[in-house]
């Protein structure tokens, strides 16, 4: 069983960053691939970037919405996974999720386990 904690949301304007954390518990933490996902009010869930370990390299996958802008890395250490967010924008307000698992493909919500969840609001 892995539970997953988000932390770092808040309140931001439109051009600042913040950086989100998810702390990880449980075992095997660096064999699974983490992702970010976000819902914004009436719309559905969204993935927004993940990263996988494949061989000895850690590869991440991101939206086109937050390409360039948005940035996932991890701390196996630590079993934490960041989401650092840069030129933040109205449109990225949303709760943030964190997940775990070995979803079949990174952009869906089969992951097996999920946070609960932190607020990001962007100003204008």
Do not use: H
Request: with cysteine.
């Amino acid at each position: 069983q892995v539970q997953l904690v988000e932390s770092g949301g808040g309140l931001v304007q439109a051009g600042g960053s913040l950086r989100l954390s998810c702390a990880a518990s449980g075992r095997a933490f660096s064999t699974y691939a983490m992702g970010w996902f976000r819902q914004a009010p009436g719309k559905e869930r969204e993935f927004v970037g993940a990263i996988r370990r494949i061989g000895w390299n850690d590869i991440t996958y991101y939206a086109d919405a937050v390409k360039g802008r948005f940035t996932v890395s991890r701390d196996n250490a630590q079993n934490t996974v960041y989401l650092q967010m840069n030129s933040l924008k109205p449109e990225d307000t949303a709760v943030y999720y964190c997940a775990a698992g070995r979803p079949r493909t990174l952009q869906g919500n089969d992951y097996d386990y999920w946070g609960q969840g932190t607020q990001v609001t962007v100003s204008s």
